[in-house]
């Protein structure tokens, strides 16, 4: 029996701070090189979009050399080029688009622009294998905070809810400085949360009124509660007393950790959803984590969960969609499509509308 080879794919990601190379062979991950640019925002707290677009441009072609090199591959063996075409940083997308395309044209392959936000849950399936779709997709970094269902991955992306205002990563990000903590906030939390007590300090669930519960279901909001912990450490410090950085941290992750967790058991239930993927930079958070695990294991949800490499933004994750997009048959996307800072999830890719 012949063993068809599926077609190699390189996938280019540069939607934020970081700039990601990878090669991918159907559900198989040969190489994931990435650069972040995170060092270069610590000191302005939060990432910076124009040192971002400048640190892509000088990172995209060592990252894909390093990739390459990874793989065992050379240019030429490469059978189409994906790259994330949006959401993220508009001047970000634009080196990726921009390098992607270069690419295309001078091998000669087709070029696919596709979603980000799917990208992350076609990541999963480079750990455990092809997903069984329907799944429901907790996405939580810097940059998102969402709740997708995804149907078919190449083609049938919904949006459930997402944050109304930050997303959770900057949330922790944010609440780190609030109590004198360093840039990534949330790793430093997770460590200072591990010596507190989470139930000394019940800080506000965002958006879990009945009312809310009614209009924003799947919603999330962050800066209600960041306000929280603010007027919580003034008081404190109002009242002359030491601010106890391990309880506040704890209250804090605590309260992320169960509105994330209840508000996507609740999306996986309500839509008779029997797989859960968790993503996302926030996804390395333990607690987080724990109680995922927790809540789904009780509803006899499947949580799959990629390495924290394949959480996090990378370019595997764009093969990945790629890869399946390609599967499929699909059309590739126009050589002059441009990026979208807000690309629906429902496009999956770019440019397949136009040819159903
Ligand atoms: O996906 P990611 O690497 O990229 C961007 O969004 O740019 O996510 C970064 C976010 C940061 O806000 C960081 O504070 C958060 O993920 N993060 C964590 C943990 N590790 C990283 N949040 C909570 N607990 C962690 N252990
Ligand atoms: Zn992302």
């Known amino acids: 029996m012949d063993v068809v080879t599926p077609p190699l794919i ?33 000191r302005f707290g939060g990432v910076v979009p124009e040192v971002a677009s400048r640190a ?20 030429a063996d490469v059978d189409a080029v994906a790259v994330t075409a949006g959401p993220g940083l508009a001047g ?36 455990n294998g092809p997903l069984t779709e329907p799944v429901v997709a907790l996405l939580v970094s810097g940059g998102h905070t969402e709740i997708l269902q995804v149907d078919d991955i190449a083609t049938a992306a919904e ?8 997303a959770a990563g900057e949330a922790f990000d ?16 997770q460590r200072a949360a591990a010596e507190g007590d989470p139930a000394a300090i019940r800080f506000p669930r965002g958006l879990t009124a009945p009312r809310d519960m009614t209009r924003h279901r799947y919603d999330f909001s962050f800066s209600g509660l960041k306000t929280a912990v603010a007027r919580w450490v ?11 950085v391990a309880d506040v941290a704890a209250g804090f992750q605590e309260a992320v950790a169960d509105v994330l967790t209840k508000k996507a058991v609740l999306a996986c239930q309500e839509r008779g959803v029997s797989t859960m993927v968790l993503a996302g930079g926030v996804a390395a958070n333990a607690r987080l984590r724990e109680l995922t695990e927790q809540r789904c294991a009780a509803a006899g949800i ?34 002059d499509f441009a990026t979208d800072s807000s690309l629906p999830v429902t496009e999956v890719l770019v440019g397949a509308g136009q040819f159903s």
Do not use: W
Not at 92 to 113: C, H, N, T, W
Not at 234 to 244: F, H, L, Q, R, W
């Open 10 to 42: 390189l996938g280019i990601e540069t939607s934020c701070d970081e700039t990601g190379v990878g090669l991918v062979r159907g559900t198989t991950l040969l190489a994931n090189a990435v650069a972040s640019s995170v060092d270069e925002h610590v």
């Open 56 to 75: 892509h441009l000088e990172a995209i072609v060592p990252t894909m050399h390093r990739a390459l090199d990874e793989a065992g591959c050379r240019l």
């Open 92 to 127: 970000a997308l634009m080196v990726g688009v921009s390098a992607a395309k270069a690419l295309a044209v001078a091998l000669d392959r087709p070029l696919y622009g596709v979603n980000h936000l799917v990208g992350h849950v076609a990541a999963e399936q480079l750990e």
């Open 159 to 166: 949006l459930l809810g997402q944050t109304i205002d930050d």
């Open 174 to 189: 944010k609440v780190a400085r609030l109590i004198g903590l360093k840039y990534p906030g949330g790793p430093h939390i």
């Open 234 to 244: 003034e008081t404190a410090e109002a009242a002359g007393k030491p601010v106890p």
């Open 302 to 335: 499947t949580l799959r969960q990629p390495r924290f490499s394949l959480c996090t933004d990378n370019g595997a994750m764009i093969a990945a969609l790629g890869a399946a997009v390609v599967e499929r048959g699909l059309p590739p996307s126009p050589l």
